[in-house]
């Protein structure tokens, strides 16, 4: 169930405010989690769109993922990653660009490697439990032309600024099709589609305060049509799907405190999706699955040294995931309170800056259903490092994989290990 609590509320919220560039890595080896809802850089474009324009001309690569569906725990976070697995390369791969169009509008456009599965709750629930799903092409042996994938397409977005205010949308398509059409007695169609997208404002107030809100929605929808029996030649659908959607509210406040900032913020998301066995018979199968999940919290921006960030935050957060079907009941909640944690980014030198974070949460679960009632309290700890290179216009993060630190030197040379779990290459003019 902690995959659909995480999908907003994640372990590790250690904000900052600082404006300067930054990347989804750099984010992620200072504890990543809400830092995307916290720190104002172009990492966090795609989920507070109206920032886009305070990014202009950038072009930024990202690559690993070290966590590709989400962190070690199983959490999916928002971000350029959120919720995906890499479908066309061995690992992660991402990169977008931010093209200035005067003073007061920046055009974006992001593509990746990632895909969704779509009506992950529901679907995923009916492909592992119900008999007549397993082992049949397209689902679990498919791998991404299963019926629950939809392959990155591309992000647009597009953000203007009116005197105080920032505008700003974003539009990203994902989808995948597989088809088998000859010999027609065993023709298949499958595949995914999703669309989300989000609106965004900003309001630039007296000196370096500021807000930002963000509106967010998804739609998906999944075919899965084959022919029955070997005798025929017609298509059939076995599983229909409900609609998938999703809607999501998302807010932060800035505010500039003696040189420091605290940093507010505030994120709803609720959705459903649901699936049945298309036959027409009283004992036909048929579940439905909703979520609903809300984060809250507050970050403070402490800098007693010039490039030199504290940055400690505090939190709660809810989660629930509801699957109803016929004789079937199943509902997960996780609370999450309090969660806290620091994280810190510290120029060494000119060129070489070194970070890291370190998150705790106290989690208190309820895995409910009809024969069963379990409950837990658990406390989950995480910890990220990482470092960044800055040569002129040009800047390199690193998330550090963990072996870097047990594995000592020979983490460098040995091919068994890696330096890096993530990196990101950066460039602004």
């Known amino acids: 169930m902690r995959r659909t609590l995480t999908c907003l509320v994640v372990l590790a919220l250690l904000g900052t405010a600082t404006e300067a560039f930054a990347t989804d890595t750099r984010i992620q080896s200072m504890g990543g989690g809400h830092k995307y809802y916290t720190v104002l850089d172009e990492a966090a474009v795609l989920l507070f769109p109206s920032t886009l324009v305070l990014f202009p001309n950038v072009v930024v690569v990202e690559g690993g993922f070290g966590w590709p569906a989400g962190d070690e725990l199983g959490n999916a976070e928002p971000g350029i990653q959120g919720g995906t697995t890499a479908s066309n390369t061995p690992y992660n791969a991402a990169g977008g660009i931010h093209l200035g169009l005067g003073e007061n509008a920046v055009l974006g456009v992001y593509g990746s490697s990632l895909s969704r599965n779509v009506s992950w709750n529901s679907l995923s629930w009916a492909l592992a439990n119900w008999s007549d799903t397993k082992d049949m092409p397209g689902d679990q042996i498919d791998g991404d032309t299963s019926i629950r994938n939809a392959d990155h397409k591309g992000t647009v977005l597009y953000a203007h600024r009116l005197g105080k205010t920032r505008l700003g949308a974003a539009l990203s398509v994902w989808g995948d099709s597989y088809k088998v059409e000859s010999p027609a007695t065993q023709a298949v169609e499958r595949g995914g589609l999703w669309v989300e997208g989000r609106i965004g404002a900003g309001f630039d107030f007296g000196g370096r305060n500021s807000a930002d809100l963000a509106l967010g929605f998804h739609y998906g929808a999944f075919t899965d049509d084959m022919v029955p029996t070997a005798n025929t030649t017609a298509l059939s ?74 940055v400690p935050g505090l939190g709660l957060g809810y989660g629930m995931n509801v699957i109803k079907g016929d004789e079937i009941e199943k509902n997960d909640n ?72 047990t594995g000592g030197p020979s983490a460098l040379f040995d091919s068994g290990d890696n330096l890096a779990a993530q990196f990101a290459l950066k460039a602004i003019w």
């Open 237 to 310: 659908t076995r599983l229909k799907g409900d609609a998938s959607w999703g809607l999501a509210l998302d807010a932060r406040t800035m505010i500039e405190a003696a040189g420091n900032f605290v940093v507010p913020y505030l994120a709803l998301d609720f959705g459903g999706d649901g699936v049945k066995w298309n036959e027409q018979t009283k004992d036909a199968p048929s579940i439905s699955g909703s979520t609903f999940a809300l984060a809250a919290g507050v970050d403070f921006l402490i800098t007693p040294l010039e490039n030199f960030h504290i």
């Open 334 to 405: 996780d609370l999450m309170i309090p969660y806290y944690g620091v994280g810190l980014d510290a120029r060494v030198v000119k060129w070489l800056a070194l970070r890291f974070g370190f998150s705790q949460a106290v989690v208190f679960s309820k895995r409910e259903t009809i024969t069963r009632d379990i409950r837990t309290h658990d406390v989950v700890t995480r910890f990220r490092t990482g470092f960044g290179l800055e040569f002129g216009n040009v800047s390199m993060d690193f998330l550090l994989d963990p072996t870097f630190w």
